[in-house]
């Protein structure tokens, strides 16, 4: 979603539906030739590249897609905990290197959710948050309440260890 859905990405997308695209960058005199050159860029990579400034329409937080999405990824696969919160202290004793991984998890989950608050304070608006979340449960929501349960070989994560 955030770099690449045959062909450009679903947030480079939305941006250009929004009315946002490539301009020359203030300051820089730009030809003809450049100027037409950069109203055909539909990513923002290909715009940085040509030299231009990606401006103008609604931006999706990607880092917000990225952190929610992975996540919610990281819950599910912890989803066993809710259910036999014993089953986590026992792993101390019986299985350390999955008790370590559990809290490694963890630690990255928390990581995770004060980057967010990070991107929400000082790069992105509350619209760019908002639909930056909804995308990333919804990727998160076709993978493990589409896609997963309806292919067996997948399956779902254990409910007990």
Not at 1 to 17: C, K
Not at 104 to 122: F, G, K
Not at 132 to 144: D, H, K, N, Q, R
Not at 146 to 151: E, N
Request: with cysteine; glycine share 10%.
């Amino acid at each position: 979603m955030t770099q690449w859905f045959l062909g450009p990405s679903l947030i480079d997308r939305i941006y250009v539906l929004s009315g946002g695209g490539c301009h020359p960058r203030a300051g820089v005199v730009s030809t003809m030739e450049q100027v037409q050159s950069l109203s055909v860029a539909r990513t923002q990579s290909y715009c940085r590249g040509l030299g231009g400034q990606w401006s103008g329409g609604h931006d999706v937080s990607g880092h917000c897609v990225m952190l929610i999405h992975a996540s919610l990824f990281f819950w599910e696969e912890l989803s066993w905990l809710f259910y036999t919160t014993p089953v986590y202290y026992q792993l101390k004793s019986t299985a350390v290197n999955a008790w370590r991984s559990v809290n490694a998890i963890l630690a990255v989950l928390v990581l995770s959710w004060w980057m967010m608050v990070m991107t929400a304070v000082y790069f992105h608006g509350h619209n760019e948050l908002l639909t930056g979340s909804i995308f990333g449960v919804l990727g998160w929501a076709i993978l493990y309440l589409g896609l997963f349960p309806r292919v067996p070989q997948i399956g779902l994560p254990s409910r007990t260890l």
